[in-house]
């Protein structure tokens, strides 16, 4: 059973990350590291930093629905190559050692910083079409991303948001709500497989749930607001920075 301490610091984590999930994307920066910091092996961290994702996401899904922003035929459509997806990629990160799983965050990090640094100013700016198409490589695409999101969440909800935007046509605000339901339905796929394993530490991820959902609350409420665009580009930033802050730490602690 964790401290009142680290009972504090994880509902804390939870609610930034909840908050940073709802209005833009990788609030696994912030729990995922907690979580191996807490002495987790890398495994059952992973595993566990997917409940307070489900439980944040269903929460900002819930209040983008009550304002009409998802649009549930192209969702629901693109649901499929993320289920197929996100379900290979699970079961693949059930059967991999702990040292293999440590790599693939580090690697997580080193594409996200990419993707971001290169393509954030184009998710910021770019019109949305008037109808959004998923054309058949898009199909392809959500594939990988439910199977990178299966094998380490970290920085999914970045991918999604490029693969919406950049790919489908979606306008950024519209984007980020149909990211929140793909998200819940990851996660929920996640802690479902992951729970069968019996990978998941459930005091801890009920804990960070917690302050996930308060948190997701905030943040999709905020994220409502045409003013929210340009907070996505600077949440996007700085969790860049705090990425690159973490493998260079990573990296000097290796030697």
């Given at each position: 059973?964790?401290?009142?301490?680290?009972?504090?610091?994880?509902?804390a984590?939870?609610?930034l990350?909840?908050?940073?999930n709802?209005?833009?994307?990788s609030?696994?920066?912030?729990?995922?590291?907690?979580?191996?910091?807490l002495?987790?092996?890398p495994?059952?961290?992973n595993a566990?930093?997917?409940?307070?994702?489900?439980?944040?996401?269903?929460?900002?899904?819930?209040?983008f629905?009550q304002?009409?922003?998802?649009?549930?035929?192209?969702a629901?459509i693109?649901?499929?190559?993320?289920?197929?997806?996100?379900v290979t990629?699970?079961?693949?990160?059930?059967?991999?050692?702990?040292?293999?799983?440590?790599?693939?965050?580090?690697i997580?990090?080193?594409?996200?910083?990419?993707?971001?640094l290169?393509?954030?100013?184009?998710l910021?700016?770019?019109?949305?079409l008037?109808?959004?198409r998923?054309r058949?490589?898009?199909y392809?695409?959500?594939?990988?991303i439910?199977?990178?999101?299966?094998?380490?969440?970290?920085?999914a909800?970045s991918?999604?948001?490029?693969?919406?935007?950049?790919g489908v046509?979606?306008?950024?605000?519209?984007?980020?709500?149909i990211k929140?339901?793909?998200?819940?339905?990851?996660?929920?796929?996640s802690?479902?497989i992951?729970?069968?394993?019996?990978?998941?530490?459930?005091?801890i991820?009920?804990?960070l749930?917690a302050g996930?959902?308060?948190?997701?609350?905030?943040?999709?409420?905020?994220?409502q607001?045409?003013?929210?665009?340009?907070?996505?580009?600077r949440?996007?930033?700085?969790?860049?920075?705090?990425?690159?802050v973490?493998?260079v730490?990573?990296?000097?602690?290796?030697?």
């Open positions: 059973m964790p401290s009142l301490f680290e009972i504090a610091i994880l509902i984590a939870g609610i990350s909840g908050f940073i709802a209005l833009a994307s609030g696994s920066t912030v729990t995922l590291p907690l979580l191996l910091f002495g987790l092996p495994t059952i961290a566990t930093n997917r409940m307070p994702i489900m439980a944040g996401s269903l929460m900002a899904m819930y209040n629905n304002s009409k922003m998802i649009n549930w035929r192209k629901l693109i649901t499929i190559p993320v289920v197929l997806g996100t990629g699970v079961i693949i990160a059930s059967l991999l050692p702990g040292k293999v799983v440590g790599v693939m965050i580090t997580a990090v080193i594409i996200a910083m990419i993707l971001i290169s393509n954030v100013r184009s910021l700016t770019k019109k949305g008037a109808e959004p998923m058949w490589f898009h392809i695409v959500f594939y990988f439910g199977l990178w999101s299966g094998l380490i969440v970290l920085d909800a991918l999604i948001l490029l693969g919406l935007v950049l046509g979606f306008e950024l605000l519209h984007a980020n709500a929140n339901y793909l998200l819940f339905v990851i996660s929920f796929l802690v479902v992951f729970g069968f394993e019996k990978e998941m530490n459930w005091t991820a009920f804990i749930s996930s959902i308060f948190g997701a609350y905030l943040g999709s409420k905020f994220a607001r045409e003013s929210a665009k340009i907070w996505i580009y949440i996007l930033l700085t969790i860049v920075a705090v990425e690159i973490q493998l730490f990573r990296v000097a602690n290796s030697k």
